[in-house]
């Protein structure tokens, strides 16, 4: 959008591109200076903007290969020192009630990776059952993942954060997804609540919910790229699924409102759309409805006089009646002419 087809590069948003790049990405390109080259067209500059995206997300792989690895050799120091003590792998394979004498143990053990810091050890053995229960979940954590890696046929950096960034990415979509899409039924309901509006401009509310629906639709699937390629492209190297995907505390969905026009394009429309939402939600106020004209008279009541000399008594007077002054014209061709 801000580099427009078959457009000039005068005409090009070069300050904008790079912002938006920036914010989107966390890429801080020299846009103004490509599109300033002598015959620079747009295709190159979204071919240079490709390549450094897949660049970054490239390194960004390996950083998180490279702490998984560091990360590997911790795991593994775990569970080789597990398996040398035979005692402690016996615990191990059978838990249950067992967290307190695992908790022992590790307290006890010389070879121990427990180190008491500002705590006596009786105190530490009143806290075995809780430190048995951690140290088990640890080590069936670190097993798992020495297991995955050891299985692993490629053990790169690439290869290794590639295999991690597939989960990462699953578990970023499916959490957007998840909010987007509450968002985007909350609209659709605010939009069905005032919809029927549409009729008093002679438009077919069904075929109008339709077409505004598909493109709340069509703005939520862009909404949903631009937010996961954003939170994957700021992800810091030792980041795990559920840092990915924490961000800014989710709205309520009872709070959220529906999306509205540009305000500055007059349709009173969205004007009463705004005052049913206004009342729905509780808010009072509103914008302000201009009052209704009274309709105009077609004839007078039954029973109410008509004097000859005061046209207001008439009331409404078809164009080939007499009209009302009694001069036996029709009323096209006397009072009526005048109008």
């Given at each position: 959008?801000?580099?427009?087809?078959?457009?000039?590069?005068?005409?090009?948003?070069?300050?904008?591109?790079?912002?938006?790049?920036?914010?989107?990405?966390?890429?801080?390109?020299?846009?103004?200076?490509?599109?300033?080259?002598?015959?620079?067209?747009?295709?190159e500059i979204a071919e240079r903007v490709t390549k450094a995206v897949d660049d970054k997300y490239d390194e960004l792989t390996?950083?998180?290969?490279?702490?998984?690895?560091?990360?590997?050799?911790?795991?593994?120091?775990?569970?080789?020192?597990?398996?040398?003590?035979?005692?402690?792998?016996?615990?191990?394979a059978r838990p249950g009630d067992t967290?307190?004498?695992?908790?022992?143990?590790?307290?006890?053990?010389?070879?121990?990776?427990?180190?008491?810091?500002?705590?006596?050890?009786?105190?530490?053995?009143?806290?075995a059952p809780q430190i048995?229960?951690?140290?088990?979940?640890?080590?069936m954590q670190a097993r798992e993942f020495v297991s995955e890696i050891d299985g692993a046929s490629d053990r790169s950096e690439l290869a290794v954060g590639g295999s991690r960034?597939?989960?990462?990415?699953?578990?970023?979509?499916?959490?957007?997804?998840?909010?987007?899409?509450?968002?985007?039924?909350?609209?659709?309901?605010?939009?069905?609540q005032v919809i029927g509006f549409r009729s008093y401009g002679q438009r077919d509310p069904l075929n109008e919910y339709k077409s505004e629906g598909y493109q709340l639709?069509?703005?939520?699937?862009s909404n949903l790229r631009e937010e996961v390629t954003g939170r994957l492209m700021h992800l810091q190297a030792g980041a795990t699924e559920?840092?990915?995907?924490?961000?800014?505390?989710e709205p309520d969905p009872a709070q959220l409102q529906a999306l509205h026009p540009d305000p500055r394009q007059s349709d009173p429309e969205w004007a009463m759309a705004d005052a049913a939402l206004a009342v729905a939600d509780g808010r009072g106020g509103g914008v302000a409805?201009?009052?209704?004209?009274?309709?105009?008279?077609?004839?007078?009541?039954?029973?109410?006089?008509?004097?000859?000399?005061?046209?207001?008594?008439?009331?409404?007077?078809?164009?080939?009646?007499?009209?009302?002054?009694?001069?036996g014209k029709k009323y096209k061709h006397c009072h009526g002419s005048h109008q």
């Open positions: 959008k801000h580099i427009p087809v078959n457009a000039y590069a005068e005409q090009w948003e070069t300050t904008q591109l790079r912002e938006e790049l920036k914010r989107v990405f966390s890429l801080d390109l020299p846009i103004e200076e490509w599109a300033r080259e002598e015959g620079i067209a747009e295709s390996r950083e998180v290969g490279r702490e998984l690895i560091k990360q590997y050799q911790d795991a593994k120091g775990m569970v080789e020192y597990v398996a040398r003590e035979t005692a402690l792998s016996e615990l191990l967290f307190a004498a695992i908790g022992q143990h590790l307290l006890s053990s010389e070879n121990s990776p427990i180190r008491l810091n500002g705590i006596s050890s009786d105190d530490a053995m009143q806290q048995g229960f951690q140290f088990f979940q640890s080590y960034m597939r989960k990462i990415e699953k578990t970023v979509l499916l959490q957007t997804l998840d909010h987007l899409w509450r968002e985007h039924i909350v609209t659709l309901e605010h939009l069905r639709f069509e703005v939520m699937l559920d840092d990915a995907v924490r961000g800014e505390e409805l201009e009052e209704k004209r009274s309709p105009v008279q077609l004839r007078k009541k039954p029973g109410d006089a008509v004097d000859p000399n005061d046209p207001t008594t008439w009331g409404k007077v078809a164009r080939n009646a007499p009209c009302p002054c009694g001069s």
